[in-house]
T-cell receptor, first 113, second 114 residues
């Protein structure tokens, strides 16, 4: 089974701080998606990165796909309490009939006001 | 907006019982998925289906089965529930696409097996 390791597993920071979450694998993925999950809800897609080296920005969030398409990072600038949640990366693999996702182990972020 | 609805938010069952988890989506998606979510392990794929009556095993299918009789509905069945199946179960759906389609998730069913 292909694995996606995320680090750190937990992160507790003060409002206004910057942070980076890493998503690493030894396998190559066709694309990589980032989801955020809030308590009591299912994960919601934030972004999809497709091309090696690609950088996408979503307001204060910056996503990067590694050149070799094996890893990705999520950088949050000036974190706010509303950023609190579980962040999951997911690598796409083609599994015969359709696409499937391999999910990372998750990073639980708590932003204190 | 896409809506994926799971029939129960919380469920408590006893070991040995047969348990049914139901999931309905309203966006005519071809693909439907069942995951379980455990702390530190992320989401692990149990089964998925890409068409009515079609199903494929995911990474952890042991102890589970699925049913997809209609396009909008995908059921997960625990044939004989055991305590190690206590977990959060998430259903998801997506359009058929080889690589980039996002998956849309329900809010989950927290299942406890006593």
């Amino acid at each position: 089974t292909q694995l996606l390791e995320q680090s750190p597993q937990f992160l507790s920071i003060q409002e206004g701080e910057n942070l980076t979450v890493y998503c690493n694998s030894s396998s190559v993925f066709s694309s990589l998606q980032w989801y955020r999950q809030e308590p009591g809800e299912g994960p919601v897609l934030l972004v999809t990165v497709v091309t090696g080296g690609e950088v996408k920005k979503l307001k204060r969030l910056t996503f990067q796909f590694g050149d070799a398409r094996k890893d990705s990072s999520l950088h949050i600038t000036a974190a706010q309490p509303g950023d609190t949640g579980l962040y999951l990366c997911a690598g796409a693999r083609y599994g015969g009939a359709t696409n499937k996702l391999i999910f990372g182990t998750g990073t639980l972020l708590a932003v204190q006001p | 907006d896409v809506k994926v609805t799971q029939s129960s938010r919380y469920l408590v069952k006893r070991t040995g019982e047969k348990v049914f988890l139901e999931c309905v989506q309203d966006m005519d998606h071809e693909n439907m998925f069942w995951y379980r979510q455990d702390p530190g392990l992320g989401l692990r794929l149990i089964y998925f289906s890409y068409d009515v009556k079609m199903k494929e095993k995911g990474d952890i299918p042991e102890g589970y089965s699925v049913s997809r009789e209609k396009k909008e509905r995908f059921s997960l069945i625990l044939e004989s529930a055991s305590t190690n199946q206590t977990s959060m179960y998430l259903c998801a759906s997506s359009f058929f696409d080889r690589f980039n389609q996002p998956q849309h998730f329900g809010d989950g069913t927290r299942l406890s097996i006593l």
